[in-house]
């Protein structure tokens, strides 16, 4: 399923230092969600946008920043790295129709040294 | 809020046995219920969903879920294990509350030979 596209695939980055995750979708779905899985943990909800410029948090936002000036684009910035945001990042669409569920892209391996 | 428990962080079977992997729920309203399978390095693929139809659900790969409201589960069955069935399951139920789904920690499969 090409619908949704990370980029990049894996990152390496310095602590302190800005970094942007985009997710990119061919759907046309209205809503789409940012997550981050961690061992033990499962996926956490950081950001998500319910349609073009509106966005609220997740349970895990502090530290992270989105926007969609686009419907098929979703950007997950982090603002000043640390090493608690290593992770895999996840970005998911729906349409929230009666029977929604997510489709996923393929993540972002994401190291913070 | 709605919450997901995944029992067994680890479930090891032989090929050809019987695979069971656990999801209960908490609710105050019938849910709509998922159950994602993650290959290694990939993004989350769908398995199969309960949307208040039919209570035993049928998905791909020979997996299917029986929705038991009275024992608020949805346990993700399959009759006979494949190696290629080795993988990550999540449960996920609707009702976040930012609309979202909310996930299970998950379960990693292992196949023996």
């Known amino acids: 399923d090409a619908g949704i596209t990370q980029s990049p695939r894996h990152k390496v980055t310095e602590t302190g230092t800005p970094v942007t995750l985009r997710c990119h979708q061919t759907?046309?779905?209205?809503?789409m969600y940012w997550y981050r899985q961690d061992p033990g943990h499962g996926l956490r909800l950081i950001h998500y946008?319910?349609?073009?410029?509106?966005?609220d948090k997740g349970e895990v936002s502090d530290g992270y920043s989105v926007s969609r000036s686009k419907t098929e684009d979703f950007l997950l910035t982090l603002e000043s790295a640390t090493s608690s945001q290593t992770s895999v990042y996840f970005c998911?669409?729906?349409?929230?129709?009666?029977?929604?569920?997510?489709?996923f892209g393929s993540g972002t391996r994401l190291t913070v040294v | 809020a709605q919450s997901v428990t995944q029992l067994g962080s680890h479930v090891s079977v032989s090929e050809g046995a019987l695979v069971l992997l656990r999801c209960n729920y908490s609710?105050?309203?019938?849910?709509?219920l998922f159950w994602y399978v993650q290959y290694p390095n990939q993004g989350l693929q769908l398995l199969l969903k309960?949307?208040?139809?039919?209570?035993l659900v049928k998905g791909i790969n020979g997996f299917e879920a029986e929705f038991k409201k009275s024992e608020t589960s949805f346990h993700l069955t399959k009759p006979s294990a494949h190696m290629s069935d080795a993988a990550e399951y999540f449960c996920?139920?609707?009702?976040?509350?930012?609309?979202?789904?909310?996930f299970g920690k998950g379960t990693k499969l292992s196949v023996k030979p």
């Open positions: 998911a669409a729906s349409d929230r129709g009666l029977d929604y569920g997510y489709t």
């Open positions: 946008s319910y349609g073009v410029k509106d966005t």
């Open positions: 609710s105050s309203v019938p849910p709509y």
């Open positions: 759907e046309n779905h209205r809503y």
């Open positions: 996920a139920v609707t009702g976040g509350s930012q609309g979202n789904l909310i």
């Open positions: 309960y949307t208040s139809a039919a209570t």
